[in-house]
């Protein structure tokens, strides 16, 4: 299977809405997609496990949806500490990431 | 608290051998698949292997198949990671990491991460 990340980058202000794309190259089984964040130098941090929970701590802001080969990751309003790396994850396979960058 | 601290990275010429460890402690260590992820500099995330909790079944990438073998030792409460046939393409950082009960290797812990540079 192969995860593709849109767009490759996305440059936003803070306070704007987020809205990551996965796109699977085949079916997901049980929906089971996962969403990472990871900071410049820091290790991932899980955000969203099965498409739509969220992580303990993680604030609900964030949100996941999606099915079968389509998947969103959405940050409602974007916080300064929210410019990262994210990346999508369906069991072995990781997507190729999405920069979220200040405007 | 989780805590997960890698160990044994380095700088070890092509076709070399090196061994990573991963100390684990404040969860009960057998109770869980456990993970190895890597990440090349100024690349994406990459999984490598994981194990199952009582290490009767593991998982490879398949580039790092019959090169690389996973282990753990419960009663130490440690991931290992044997890699052999070292080459430049594995250099980056390796992450191990703990997956969420149930599996689907999420991985809901990382470790800070031990870096690997293939390298004559």
């Known amino acids: 299977i192969v995860l593709t990340q849109s767009p490759g980058t996305l440059s936003l202000s803070p306070g704007e809405r987020a809205t990551l794309s996965c796109r699977a190259s085949?079916?997901?089984?049980?929906?089971?997609l996962n969403w990472y964040q990871q900071k410049p130098g820091q290790l991932p941090r899980l955000l969203i496990y099965?498409?739509?929970t969220r992580a303990p701590g993680i604030p609900d802001r964030f949100s996941g949806s999606g099915s079968g080969t389509a998947f969103t990751l959405t940050i409602s309003r974007l916080e300064p500490e929210d410019f990262a790396v994210y990346y999508c994850?369906?069991?072995?396979?990781f997507g190729g990431g999405t920069k979220v960058e200040i405007k | 608290e989780v805590q997960l601290v890698e160990s044994g990275g380095g700088l070890v010429q092509p076709g070399g051998s090196l061994r990573l460890s991963c100390a684990a402690s404040?969860?009960?260590?057998?109770?869980?698949?456990m993970s190895w992820v890597r990440q090349a500099p100024g690349e994406g995330l990459e999984w490598v292997a994981n194990?199952?909790?009582?290490?009767?079944?593991?998982n490879y990438l398949d580039s790092v198949k019959g090169r690389f073998s996973i282990s753990r030792d419960n009663a130490m409460n440690s991931l290992y990671l044997h890699m052999n046939s070292l080459r430049a393409e594995d250099t980056a950082t390796y992450y191990c990491?703990?997956?969420?009960?149930?599996?689907?290797?999420?991985?809901?812990?990382w470790g800070r991460g031990t870096r690997v540079t293939v390298s004559s």
């Open positions: 990491g703990r997956e969420l009960l149930g599996g689907a290797v999420t991985l809901e812990y």
């Open positions: 404040g969860f009960t260590f057998s109770s869980y698949w």
């Open positions: 194990i199952k909790e009582d290490g009767s079944q593991k």
């Open positions: 085949q079916s997901i089984r049980n929906n089971y």
């Open positions: 099965a498409t739509s």
């Open positions: 994850q369906q069991f072995e396979t």
